[in-house]
């Protein structure tokens, strides 16, 4: 079956140290791989997507970055936190496109920069 | 660019009844998603909707392409049913990283 796996759960971090968020996807291959971040009251926004291995598309500037190593395995990283960058963090997936898409989201990951 | 508004924010109900959460966009699109995020935050994908009507349990979601509007109603409430209810819509010719996202509705079905 087609699970989705997201750590940690929660990270409370101080300004100015790295970040590390990790995303991995089971039970399919090549799937489109997406960083979301959810701010309080506010609709999801795209930070990330990526459509194959190292290939990264970036929608917003931003203190963050994404890589993907491996075809199921989606990073996000910061070298050095800001207070701003705090919020809830969504990794998903999808695949097929038009009428046949499927869209699969991991557990979130509550970020508290301090 | 997409412009994706759901009515009501927010949504109080009594177990048992019926209940629709509408959702309108400004622009023609090739897909829509209906999402449920629950408290914890995780989110699942509920239905996608480029035409008609699909229905999944309690749950309907219709979508009307002339009108730009599409509507998820939930029948028989349950407070298990409370969660935020997140439509996202995906632009004709959109990248793989389009997808538009309401800000979704609060759902609380009381018992």
């Known amino acids: 079956s087609q699970t989705i796996h997201q750590w940690p759960a929660t990270l409370v971090q101080p300004v100015g140290s790295p970040l590390s968020l990790e995303c991995t996807v089971e039970g399919t291959s090549n799937p489109n791989l997406y960083w979301y971040r959810q701010a309080a009251g506010r609709g999801l926004q795209l930070l990330f997507y990526s459509v194959g291995i190292g290939q990264i598309s970036s929608e917003v500037p931003q203190n963050l970055s994404a890589s993907r190593p491996q075809d199921r395995q989606f990073i996000l990283s910061s070298k050095k936190l800001l207070l701003s960058d705090s919020g809830f963090y969504l990794c998903a997936w999808s695949e097929g496109l038009g009428t046949n898409e499927k869209l699969f989201f991991g557990s979130g990951t509550q970020l508290s920069v301090l | 660019k997409n412009e994706v508004e759901q009515s009501p924010q927010n949504l109080t109900a009594q177990e048992g009844e019926f209940i629709t959460i509408n959702c309108s966009y400004s622009?023609?699109?090739?897909?829509l998603h209906w999402l449920q995020q629950h408290p914890g935050g995780g989110i699942v994908s509920l239905f996608m909707?480029?035409?008609g009507k699909k229905k999944h349990g309690r749950l309907i979601a219709t979508i009307n392409i002339q009108e730009k509007h599409s509507s998820l109603h939930i029948t028989a409430s349950h407070p298990r049913d409370s969660a935020v209810y997140i439509c996202?819509?995906?632009?004709?010719?959109?990248?793989?990283?389009?997808?538009?996202f309401g800000k979704g509705t609060k759902l609380s079905v009381k018992p």
């Open positions: 909707l480029s035409s």
């Open positions: 996202a819509v995906r632009d004709y010719g959109g990248s793989q990283g389009n997808l538009i």
């Open positions: 622009v023609g699109i090739s897909a």
